[in-house]
């Protein structure tokens, strides 16, 4: 008995829906997030990224086993509020960063210039950190960026970055609580993964203020 040439339809069309997946996973959007934060959740990782334009930032919980890399880079960046902003990245990867009013910024320049003879000084910088993550969905478009414009400082994992998890909890009825290590108790106020992290970068919170 000859054997069909021609293949099964369903069985060709499966495998080209299959391949289609498979090339979609396989694209690298390199993701701008705002803080060097991460929280595990179950077996993901949220973080808080930011839309290519500024205008935005929002939560993503990503799988830790398709972030290609991370990257640890100075980008070029305008407060709205008119300070201007110094990253000092010395030659062994070591960065320091300060804001300036505009009346005294050319003094500090000297002065670092003096201080970090070796190091490179970069004016209206920030530090971010991008993640090159493996997906196709739609979601992560705002905050993917082609190309990293600015000063690649480290390259590696996600021990780049900062695992709060020990710092923060999910609430019961949504939202994410933080730890306040001052008052050595657990916040009874819940908020959205963006405000918990700034309250970690920054230590001011949105009804207690300064902590210290």
């Known amino acids: 008995m000859d054997k069909n040439p021609n293949p099964n339809p369903d069985t060709e069309k499966q495998k080209q829906t299959k391949q289609t997946q498979t ?3 396989n694209q690298i959007k390199i993701l701008c997030v705002v803080y060097p934060d991460y929280v595990r959740s179950g077996d ?13 930032v929002f939560e993503a919980f990503l799988d830790p086993k398709r972030i290609k890399k991370v990257v640890k880079a100075a980008v070029p960046y305008t407060w709205d509020d008119g300070w201007r902003s110094i990253v000092i990245i010395e030659k062994d990867g070591e960065v320091e960063y300060s804001r300036h009013s505009p009346d005294f910024l050319e ?9 970090y003879k070796d190091a490179k000084i970069l ?3 920030v530090i971010r950190y991008f993640i090159f993550y493996e997906t196709s ?8 960026v082609e190309k990293i414009e600015g000063v690649v400082i480290k390259e590696g994992g996600l021990e780049l970055m900062i695992d709060s998890t020990r710092r923060v909890r999910k609430c019961k009825d949504g939202g994410w609580r933080v730890y306040l290590e001052e008052a050595r108790r657990w916040d009874s106020y819940c908020f959205s993964l963006p405000t918990v992290f700034n309250i970690l970068t920054t230590n001011v919170h949105p009804y207690y203020g300064v902590m210290d």
């Open 23 to 25: 090339s979609n996973l």
């Open 44 to 56: 993901r990782i949220g973080v808080v990224l930011e839309s290519r334009d500024g205008s935005k």
């Open 107 to 115: 003094k500090y320049i000297k002065f670092y210039s003096e201080e």
């Open 123 to 125: 004016v209206d910088h």
């Open 137 to 144: 969905h739609s979601y992560y478009d705002p905050a993917a």
